[in-house]
């Protein structure tokens, strides 16, 4: 099937239940058991089917399945949040001694999950260039258990380079893990491109009427060989685990990476994601692919707007032949698409703010993948936890704005910018 049909029919069969045209809502804590053999069943794994909402939700499920066949992988799991999304897909490989590969451009509540709360569980994060990935292959050792890095990241608006991190992560026998919250599963699909689990923040072009915040993971297939060929560093998957009565993930012929997740991250942690939540998710998905191309072509819109404004010293946007990053998007993104976001540099701070007061038709928010135009300062807001060196390294400069550019008509946007500019 193709990603536009996907994303209005997988995972759901109208024949079923009540034959509603649209997924209902399992509105519900718990679920009956037939009898007494039936529930045994379901927590042996002998059987699938829901238990709880905190591990299973029937209108969840059929989000779970749309979305990894968008991302053409294996399997997906739904969580409460983009964050829970990164943290359950770290926890799920590193353990305390362990360590991660970070890319040096993440969106601020990435690096400050990845850098010093994870740390309190003694997981070492350490940085890598994610626009020529050179430095990333010498800091690999045989506890490094994860790279995690964002397709096109937030706020600095780089293209991964996904080719030679997937290539160095494969010899080394590295779990990949791509944040596509960005570029969306519309424009970018990295398990494609070789990546092993793909994270997003859904609260994002997801949903993309800001009406809803959720996370999914989502798994390639054949991750249990992979874990088999590297069975001393995932131990985790490939050793009984107590917690589960001696469960060996490697030996469920199910996706293992979202399975343990389900089992043991979302069993005892228990970020879940609501069943509301995850049938606004199965509404907004189906248009995403008709809002990536909108934002796109706004954005682009804007970026050369920008570009010719005589008070703008940059615009950073990869949709923009002048951008250091335009062939890799032309590479990896849909048509060259380059989504909704671009950042641009004035004089100073001052100036930056004077902007982000003077706009009319922009909100000032600190989100992204809104129907709604956004403008944010992040050194004073989403990246003013991150200390000046942090703030430097993750390429965030003081007098930077950046713009989500939602599905208004380009041409008020423009005119709103042109005035704030004046
Ligand atoms: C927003 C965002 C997150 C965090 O997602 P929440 O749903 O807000 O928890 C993670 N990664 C990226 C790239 C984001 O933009």
Redo the contacts with the bound molecule.
């Keep these: 099937m193709q990603q536009d049909t996907i994303a209005v029919h997988a995972g759901y069969n109208k024949k079923e239940g009540w034959g509603t045209m649209n997924v209902p809502i399992a509105q519900t804590t718990a679920f009956a058991f037939r009898d007494a053999e039936h529930a045994a069943n379901l927590f042996a794994l002998k059987e699938l089917g829901s238990i709880y909402t905190r591990l299973t939700n029937p209108t969840t499920d059929v989000l779970e399945q749309r979305f990894a066949q968008l991302e053409g992988g294996a399997a997906a799991i739904c969580v409460a ?3 829970s999304a ?1 943290f359950y897909a770290i926890a799920n490989v590193a353990s305390a001694g362990d360590n991660i590969l970070i890319s040096n451009k993440l ?1 601020g ?2 690096v400050t999950l990845l850098t010093h709360t994870i740390k309190r569980f003694g997981i070492e994060a350490r940085v890598f260039d994610v626009s020529d990935a050179s430095n990333l292959e010498e800091q690999i050792d045989d506890k490094t258990k994860a790279i995690f890095f ?1 397709s096109l990241s ?1 706020p600095q608006i780089a293209v991964a380079d996904v080719e030679s991190i997937v290539e160095i992560a494969k010899r080394k026998g590295v779990l990949t893990v791509c ?1 596509n ?2 570029a969306s599963a519309s424009l970018f699909n990295p398990i494609k491109w070789g990546v092993d689990v793909v994270v997003h ?1 859904t ?2 072009y997801t949903n993309g009427q800001g009406s809803a ?3 999914i993971i989502v798994e390639r297939d054949g991750l249990a060989e992979f874990f088999k060929e590297n069975a001393s560093k995932y131990t985790e998957f490939t050793e009984p685990d107590e917690s589960y009565h001696g469960l060996v993930y490697v030996d469920v012929p199910l996706p293992n990476f979202c399975l343990r997740i389900r089992l043991a991250l979302l069993r005892d942690i228990g970020a879940a994601q609501s069943p509301h939540n995850s049938w606004i998710l199965l509404q907004t998905l189906e248009t995403l692919s008709l809002r990536m191309e909108k934002h796109s072509n706004s954005t682009l819109e804007v970026a050369k707007f920008l570009e010719s404004h005589p008070k703008v010293k940059a615009v950073n946007y990869p949709g923009l032949e002048s951008n250091k990053d335009y062939a890799k998007a032309q590479k990896y993104f849909k048509d060259g698409k380059a989504s909704g976001l671009l950042s641009f540099d004035v004089e100073s701070y001052d100036d930056a703010k004077k902007i982000i007061d003077s706009a009319k038709l922009f909100s000032v928010v600190v989100n ?1 993948g809104d129907s709604k135009s956004l403008i944010v300062h992040p050194a004073s807001t989403t990246h003013s936890q991150l200390s000046e060196e942090e703030l430097l390294k993750a390429g965030v400069n003081p007098s930077t704005i950046r713009l989500s550019i939602g599905l208004e008509d380009p041409i008020d946007l423009i005119e709103d910018l042109t005035q704030a500019l004046s």
Excluded: C, P, R
Aim: aromatic share 6%; hydrophobic share 25%; net charge negative.
């Design positions: 949040s983009g964050q990164i969106y509540g990435a964002e937030n944040d919250t960005v923040s609260s994002k915040i959720g996370g992204i």
